[in-house]
């Protein structure tokens, strides 16, 4: 089963560049990457799947159909439903969908907030740090302290 790396936040957060900036791809594809002990290969998206109207449902089926053993990916903090009344559920029902289907969520960082008690509590067991700044630091910055935190070189 995978294991997942996750950026969550609202909208203009900096998800989207700190992921370019911890991977070095300006798109959603497969890449080999260092960490502190190894090298892996992770599929990463850009896009928070929310924005690009992946359902939790559809983006389990791509990972597992093309048998990714590691995912990072940007998930929104909040729902979103569009001008068609398609509706996209918010970031930690796509880690319980994640998690029902047998992946391991091995970081969630979230960015633009403070350390949020109620999403604290609705993540449960799975350890998360917060970035409240991420807007106004630079994006490198942000990046280097989740590349700290995960163990990616």
Partial sequence: ?????????????????????????????????????????????????????????????????????????????????TDNNVSYPNGVSYINKFLNAGWSIEFVDVLGIEADQELIDQLGEIHCEFHPRSAENPSNQTAAEIRSNWGWA
């Fill in 1 to 81: 089963m995978p294991s997942i790396y996750i950026i969550m936040g609202n909208q203009n957060k900096r998800k989207s560049s700190i992921i370019r900036c911890l991977t070095g791809t300006p798109r959603k594809k497969k890449i080999k990457l260092k960490t502190i002990s190894s090298y892996i290969d992770i599929y990463v998206t850009i896009s928070s799947l929310q924005e690009a109207n992946i359902q939790p449902t559809d983006f389990i089926t791509l990972v597992n159909e093309n048998n990714y053993d590691n995912v990072l990916c940007c998930l929104w903090i909040r729902d979103k439903i």
